[in-house]
Nanobody, 120 residues
Framework: QVQLVESGGGLVQAGGSLRLSCAAS????????MGWYRQAPGKQRELVAD???????NYADSVKGRVTISRDNAKNTVTLQMGSLKPEDTAVYYC??????????????WGQGTQVTVSS
């Protein structure tokens, strides 16, 4: 079993900042990628940012320059620092981890989601 526990999120005014954190625990051999996705009402889930074990970062165009993703490989945590937030950033944010639970066996795991609401 693997669990992803998210923290952070909430209500913020436009232009403000928020920090999301996620910790992975359980039967983890190695983590390939950790990241954040979001889903707004009536829209598909989309990538916000991810970070692989080699340190390569990937950001959605819509958040570039406003968001920074970081990871602590020793603690299996990932953090998303968001600034200059806009109302269109309002969504449920999900932590994701692609990991090996044992040699040759990998899967995608998701957190329960945390609401981010940006008021105008």
């Amino acid at each position: 079993q693997v669990q992803l526990v998210e923290s952070g999120g909430g209500l913020v005014q436009a232009g403000g900042s928020l920090r999301l954190s996620c910790a992975a625990s359980g039967n983890i051999l190695s983590i390939v990628t950790m990241g954040w996705y979001r889903q707004a009402p009536g829209k598909q889930r989309e990538l916000v940012a991810d970070l692989n074990s080699g340190g390569a970062r990937n950001y959605a165009d819509s958040v570039k320059g406003r968001v920074t993703i970081s990871r602590d490989n020793a603690k299996n945590t990932v953090t998303l620092q968001m600034g200059s937030l806009k109302p269109e950033d309002t969504a449920v944010y999900y932590c994701n981890a692609r990991l090996y639970s044992k040699p040759g066996v990998w899967g995608d795991y998701w957190g329960q989601g945390t609401q981010v609401t940006v008021s105008s």
